[in-house]
């Protein structure tokens, strides 16, 4: 689960940070990494896949990594702190 200090490569998890999950994804980390440009990275925690980043210029979650990750049938979504330290699921319309 993600924490609002650190992740495991120490990326800070900050209010500029974006973050999204991939369930059950663990076992395809490496390829999942190859999909992400250099502003995103994934990590897991022996089960889902969790990625972070900032969004620059055009290389944004919603509008590139998602939908790239999505090409290669790797389904995820973006999660957003609620306040209290834990993560919940952003619901796009």
Request: net charge negative.
């Given at each position: 689960m993600l924490t609002q200090s650190?992740?495991?490569e120490g990326t800070p998890m900050t209010d500029n940070y974006r973050h999204a999950v991939i369930e059950n994804g663990h076992d395809k980390l490496l390829?999942?990494?190859?999909?992400l440009p250099s502003n995103y990275g994934a990590d897991?925690?022996?089960?889902?896949?969790?990625?972070?980043?900032?969004?620059?210029?055009?290389?944004?979650l919603d509008g590139y990594v998602l939908p790239r990750l999505a090409s290669?049938?790797?389904f995820g979504y973006e999660v957003v702190a609620d306040g209290n330290g834990?993560?919940?699921?952003?619901?796009?319309?």
């Open positions: 650190a992740n495991d390829v999942i990494r190859a999909y897991s925690d022996g089960k889902d896949v969790y990625l972070h980043g900032i969004d620059v210029a055009g290389w944004t290669g049938l790797y834990e993560y919940v699921r952003v619901v796009n319309d």
